[in-house]
T-cell receptor
């Protein structure tokens, strides 16, 4: 009963490096989301996927790209990491977009 | 910019008391409201959701919604030390971007034994 699984859990990068955060859900949900959470800023939506094959920008998409690989998987890519992208990243999913979202455990990303 | 406002706290209550957490929102057309609990260093966990005006009860938790006043609250009865966490209010946006949840910054609740 895994729910939403994120990998890796922790990562340290150097400025300019690239990496992909992985997210998979086993609840047969249609919608998936990527958020970042920063102290004093709350949770902010980076990208959203209503269903397989579709993606939309959220509140803070600059510097990120996403891929909805299939119904289960939604990845977030940082092409050229910057210190401002140091954050905790959460993936979430929901049955459809007006239903409650369920979160993964998060990825703690530090960029030096 | 749609906003969700919460008192950052900390809200401190004694064990066994009722904790009352409040949230106001700016999007008058919003129809869906959610409360999440987040322990330090952990991910948000869904506690309750409410779509209609009035009260919704689930165990020790009661969500209250007043759309006319643009106000949603969460009551926790018989508070326990294990309820100590940050509580996030989330409101689903109306209009074109109707997939988006706007989160408040959260209220830190401390339940003292």
């Amino acid at each position: 009963n895994a729910g939403v699984t994120q990998t890796p859990k922790f990562q340290v990068l150097k400025t300019g490096q690239s990496m992909t955060l992985q997210c998979a859900q086993d609840m047969n949900h249609n919608s998936m989301y990527w958020y970042r959470q920063d102290p004093g800023m709350g949770l902010r939506l980076i990208y959203y996927s209503a269903s397989e094959g579709t993606t939309d920008k959220g509140e803070v998409p600059n510097g990120y790209n996403v891929s909805r690989l299939n119904k289960r998987e939604f990845s977030l890519r940082l092409e050229s990491a910057a210190p401002s992208q140091t954050s905790v990243y959460f993936c979430a999913s929901s049955v459809v977009d007006n239903q409650p979202q369920h979160f993964g455990d998060g990825t703690r990303l530090s960029i030096l | 910019q749609k906003e969700v406002e919460q008192n950052s706290g900390p809200l401190s209550v004694p064990e066994g008391a009722i904790a009352s957490l409040n949230c106001t929102y700016s999007d008058r057309g919003s129809q869906s409201f959610f409360w999440y609990r987040q322990y330090s260093g952990k991910s948000p966990e869904l506690i309750m959701f409410i779509y209609s005006n009035g009260d919704k009860e689930d165990g020790r938790f009661t969500a209250q919604l007043n759309k006319a006043s643009q106000y949603v609250s969460l009551l926790i009865r018989d508070s326990q030390p294990s309820d100590s966490a940050t509580y996030l209010c989330a409101v689903k946006d109306s209009g074109g971007s109707n997939y988006k949840l706007t989160f408040g910054k959260g209220t830190l609740l401390t339940v003292n034994p």
